[in-house]
């Protein structure tokens, strides 16, 4: 070759790895942990203007996508199916694509949200776990898109929630977790990841709208969740109930992830205050969960809260949207941002920043600062509606608006 070739081969190269997004391991809701904090390295000055990679329909819902490596994985409606799809990261290419029927009346008081999925599907071990609107789980092979095993659970339980689905199953401890049931009732179970089979199960009221977490208190690791109408907390292993307090909001929309900051789960609801619990077991061995402190000024209704070090971020769905900052130990308030912020945001933590996408497409980037407020810059990154949480790729991100998956340039 000579050198003017092998000049522009390498000049091609090096525009194919600069356009070519970072690897990231985001497996499941708010990340593998949970926690909404990521490790990719995010550009320092934002573009003056997002700029699509690719753009891919994908069907509707709120579904956030997962990446690992080089791959994404989406669950999405096409008409009347749920569809489970692989993705090339590079090109937006399907690689494999699963669909089953999935009719779904909506509640006519959430018509605007669409009919789903509303549920973050969870890979583990070369598998992905969707949890469908009407509350089918299904568990896929990674690699190929095959059905390994699925439930449906409307037998044993009646109709799901009044707005679907639309908690996200954790795996934890070698099992799949998930809330099933619906408006009369439901179960926190644990399948066996690799047949289906129902390793535990806790009777309870039926599932909110927010996604569980695992934590360790007292050397018991624990799996917490808001229900229907309850904060609960069970045994990893087991399954038997270790605490439990009433939350009851209007209209039943429990639908805030709880956040774990040492010691303390951080909680909320729809006009209930943001407030911090901790669990403790006594010298009887029960357990009680004794409220640490309580921020009434900072309900939560659909954004759930970011811990980073000591200092806990959300959005309140108070005067037209508003962020603050709080101490996670006390519950002090930090700061608080200008009104007005929007309806939703997802907050996502990387490089000292806070990545917010909120519903109306607007992503604003604060610093993750206790100190005060401060704006880095906002970017307008799709034409649609984005619910869905993205996924930060380095000077990319991925973002699922109302039908299309979009790898977005954003510095």
């Given at each position: ?260 900051a040492g010691d303390l789960v951080i ?94 497409a607007g992503l604003i980037v604060l ?45």
């Amino acid at each position: 070759m000579n050198a003017r070739l092998f000049g522009l081969s390498l000049g091609a190269f090096a525009l194919a790895a600069a356009a070519a997004p970072s690897a990231e391991q985001w497996t499941g809701w708010r990340g593998a942990a949970r926690t909404a904090v990521s490790t990719a390295s995010m550009p320092a000055a934002l573009a003056a203007k997002a700029a699509d990679v690719w753009a891919v329909p994908v069907g509707i819902g709120h579904a956030s996508p997962l990446v690992d490596g080089q791959r994404i994985y989406v669950f999405a409606r096409r008409g009347e199916q749920e569809v489970a799809q692989a993705i090339d990261i590079a090109t937006g290419k399907a690689l494999w694509s699963a669909a089953y029927d999935q009719p779904y009346t909506m509640n006519s008081a959430a018509t605007g949200h669409g009919k789903g999925p509303k549920s973050t599907p969870v890979l583990a071990g070369g598998r992905l776990y969707t949890l469908g609107i009407a509350g089918v789980l299904s568990a896929y092979d990674a690699a190929t898109g095959s059905v390994l095993w699925r439930h449906a659970f409307d037998k044993e339980f009646g109709p799901p929630p009044d707005f679907g689905t639309a908690m996200s199953p954790l795996v934890d401890n070698g099992l799949v977790v998930a809330h099933v049931g619906g408006i009369n009732g439901g179960a926190l179970r644990a399948f066996d990841p690799a047949t289906g089979a129902t390793r535990w199960s806790w009777s309870c009221d039926g599932p909110g709208y927010a996604s569980p977490v695992a934590m360790v208190s007292g050397g018991v690791r624990q799996i917490v969740t808001e229900t229907k109408t309850k904060i609960v907390a069970v045994d990893a292993a087991t399954g038997a109930l270790l605490w439990s307090l009433p939350l009851v909001t209007p209209y039943e929309q429990n639908a805030v992830t709880p956040a774990i900051a040492g010691d303390l789960v951080i909680l909320s609801g729809l006009d209930q205050s943001t407030f911090a619990v901790r669990p403790t077991r006594g010298a009887d061995g029960k357990w009680t969960a004794v409220k640490v402190w309580d921020a009434k000024a900072f309900p939560m209704y659909m954004n759930s809260p970011v811990v980073v070090g000591d200092t806990v971020y959300g959005l309140t769905n108070r005067n037209k949207g508003q962020f603050f900052a709080l101490d996670a130990k006390t519950g002090a308030t930090r700061w608080t941002s200008p009104p007005r912020q929007g309806e939703n945001a997802s907050i996502t933590a990387a490089g000292g920043r806070l990545w917010c996408l909120t519903s109306d497409a607007g992503l604003i980037v604060l610093k993750a600062d206790p100190a005060a407020y401060a704006e880095v810059g906002r970017l307008d990154v799709a034409p649609s509606a984005t619910w869905a949480s993205p996924v930060l790729l380095g000077p990319q991100i991925l973002v699922k608006d109302v039908d299309h998956l979009r790898l977005v340039r954003i510095g």
